[in-house]
């Protein structure tokens, strides 16, 4: 296993690297009403740094560009995947271009995992660190 400082640095260099797609949907994050919780950016989980985490929610965002078409990559995709699942993390995935295309359906389906239902109240959630 990958250590924790190593994990950490590496998630400090992606987050100073941002693409364009992060930084939209990172900004509309913001935007979000979620009381009582956040999203980090480039987190370090496991042997992983995932795009967004809801920690409170144990919700991970994913954003996908062109490359994760190809078979090697969508394999690493899909066996990353089954690791964080394992974990009891539920992993929602973006392609690039629905961020710029229509980023507050994107927005909607965040809140819709976070929250429930579009119309749901955005009640206090609480993160719980597991030991």
């Not at 990958?2 to 693409?19: C, D, G």
């Not at 795009?51 to 062109?66: M, N, S, T």
Request: net charge positive; glycine share 6%.
């Amino acid at each position: 296993m990958i250590s924790t400082a190593i994990r950490r640095a590496a998630a400090k260099k992606l987050r100073a690297n941002t693409t364009p797609h992060e930084r939209a949907l990172w900004r509309g994050l913001k935007e979000l009403p979620i009381e009582g919780t956040h999203f980090r950016r480039q987190a370090p989980i496991g042997p992983y740094v995932v795009d967004f985490l809801c920690p409170a929610k144990r919700l991970i965002i994913e954003l996908y560009g062109g490359h994760h078409n190809e078979d090697a990559t969508a394999a690493r995709d899909n066996k990353r995947q089954a690791w964080l699942e394992q974990e009891g993390y539920r992993v929602v995935r973006f392609w690039n271009s629905e961020v710029i295309a229509d980023l507050n359906a994107v927005l909607e389906r965040i809140y819709v995992e976070v929250h429930g239902a579009l119309d749901a109240e955005a009640l206090p959630l609480k993160h719980h660190r597991r030991r």
